[in-house]
């Protein structure tokens, strides 16, 4: 089975650090480009960050520039979202998905990780 | 940036009937839209690429169409599953998804 798993997701202060994983499952996880997108309490979605099958083409969202780091581990079938400086509109269910190529759509979604930021 | 928006930000509608849902982004986005359709509490799930494909598994029910920047998806007859969230996304330049149509029971 296709799968995506989050995980990482917590509640921490302003100002802090977290970081998040995602594990994959079920398909050739190095063939792949990935994303993060991110959904606030009651709001939409927003993509915050990409990353391209080989690790050497990453981008960001204007939000979480200079804050977050986008990586991978294609040995371990792992994709991971570093996030310091931590800010309480960071608060939202983080989820990584998949996607064949920039412009395809996010054809696999893992469960989502909640990031909670508050003092 | 490209902006994205949706209209209505909300319908409903009944069994059976159908459903016109319009994304306009604010430049030329060519044919990359993807549109999305998500229920409280999941992840969303993809059901029309490149604005008018659909996603393989999804109902021929769903449909697409539309290039540069006004697009729309269609539903032909709502089933019950259909009531949920929808959300188009362009992935021309930096990635941007439109806010959201949710669709009610009438």
């Known amino acids: 089975e296709v799968q995506l798993v989050e995980s990482g997701g917590d509640l921490v202060q302003p100002g802090g650090s977290l970081r998040l994983t995602c594990v994959a499952s079920?398909?050739?996880?190095?063939?792949?480009?990935m994303s993060w997108v991110r959904q606030a309490p009651g709001k939409g979605l927003e993509w915050i960050s990409y990353i391209d099958s080989s690790g050497t083409t990453i981008y960001y969202a204007d939000s979480v520039k200079g804050r977050f780091t986008i990586s991978r581990d294609n040995a371990k079938n792992s994709l991971y979202l570093q996030m310091n400086s931590l800010r309480v509109e960071d608060t939202a269910v983080y989820y990584c998905a998949r996607q064949v190529s920039y412009h395809y759509g996010m054809d696999v979604w893992g469960q989502g990780t909640t990031v909670t930021v508050s003092s | 940036d490209i902006q994205m928006t949706q209209s209505p930000s909300s319908l409903s509608a009944s069994v059976g009937d159908r459903v016109t849902i319009t994304c306009r982004a604010s430049?030329?986005?060519?044919?990359?839209i993807n549109w999305y359709q998500q229920k409280p509490g999941k992840a969303p799930k993809l059901l029309i690429h490149d604005a008018s494909s659909l996603h393989h598994g999804v109902p021929s029910r769903f449909g697409g169409s539309g290039f540069g920047t006004d697009f729309t998806l269609t539903i032909s007859s709502l089933q019950p599953e259909d009531f949920a969230t929808y959300c188009c996304q362009q992935s021309y330049t930096t990635l941007t998804f439109g806010p959201g149509t949710k669709v009610v029971i009438k």
């Open positions: 430049q030329n986005s060519r044919s990359y």
């Open positions: 079920g398909f050739t996880f190095s063939s792949y480009d």
